[in-house]
């Protein structure tokens, strides 16, 4: 007796198996790459700081709090080279950082074609650096200290979406 093999007739199950299975060793091999990437900060490199900063440091910093954290742009090197404030709320903390909730949207730039630069109303970031701030105006003098205010004597207000 003569038995059908399941694929043998139905060539849309064979491509779907295969598109899986090929779907399913990328997978794989993109977790693989996650798992063995170590991040590496350069200290002195013109970043915020050289550790993680302790969020008890910070006491005011509570969940649901709405306070400001910042939106910079990095060099190829990891360098800060400007930013901008950005209003937000603390989600969730922990001793070491503080999962955080845009809630306005900041472009550092917008150029046609190239990827977002700035936070979208509504994204969510962990801040593990502990530049949380009051207020905007707290915020933007640390930036401006340091030479990272974008481009402007004044804050530029950021293009909210409300």
Same mark, same amino acid.
């Given at each position: $007796?003569?038995?059908?093999?399941?694929?043998? !007739?139905?060539?849309?199950?064979?491509?779907?198996?295969?598109?899986?299975?090929?779907?399913?060793?990328?997978?794989?091999?993109?977790?693989?790459?996650?798992?063995?990437?170590?991040?590496?900060?350069?200290?002195?490199?013109g970043s915020t700081s050289g550790a993680p900063v302790? $969020?008890?440091? /910070?006491?005011?910093?509570?969940?649901?709090?709405?306070?400001y954290g910042l939106v910079v742009g990095?060099?190829?090197? !990891?360098?800060?080279?400007? !930013?901008?404030?950005? #209003?937000?709320?603390?989600?969730?903390?922990?001793?070491?950082?503080? /999962? $955080?909730?845009?809630?306005?949207?900041?472009?550092?730039?917008?150029? #046609? !074609?190239?990827?977002? $630069?700035?936070?979208?109303?509504?994204?969510?970031?962990?801040?593990?650096?502990?530049?949380?701030?009051?207020?905007?105006?707290?915020?933007?003098?640390?930036?401006?200290?340091?030479?990272?205010?974008?481009?402007?004597?004044?804050?530029?207000?950021?293009?909210?979406?409300?």
């Amino acid at each position: $007796m003569y038995r059908k093999h399941l694929l043998a !007739g139905n060539p849309l199950l064979l491509v779907l198996l295969l598109a899986l299975l090929l779907a399913g060793c990328q997978s794989k091999k993109r977790s693989e790459e996650v798992k063995n990437y170590a991040y590496q900060e350069e200290n002195g490199s013109g970043s915020t700081s050289g550790a993680p900063v302790r $969020m008890e440091s /910070k006491p005011w910093v509570e969940e649901g709090v709405v306070c400001y954290g910042l939106v910079v742009g990095i060099d190829d090197h !990891g360098r800060i080279q400007y !930013g901008l404030p950005i #209003k937000a709320r603390v989600l969730e903390l922990r001793p070491d950082s503080a /999962k $955080m909730k845009a809630l306005e949207t900041v472009s550092l730039a917008q150029v #046609k !074609g190239c990827s977002k $630069m700035g936070l979208t109303k509504g994204d969510t970031w962990w801040e593990v650096e502990g530049d949380l701030f009051k207020t905007r105006e707290e915020a933007t003098a640390w930036l401006k200290e340091r030479g990272w205010l974008l481009g402007q004597e004044e804050a530029p207000r950021p293009v909210t979406k409300d």
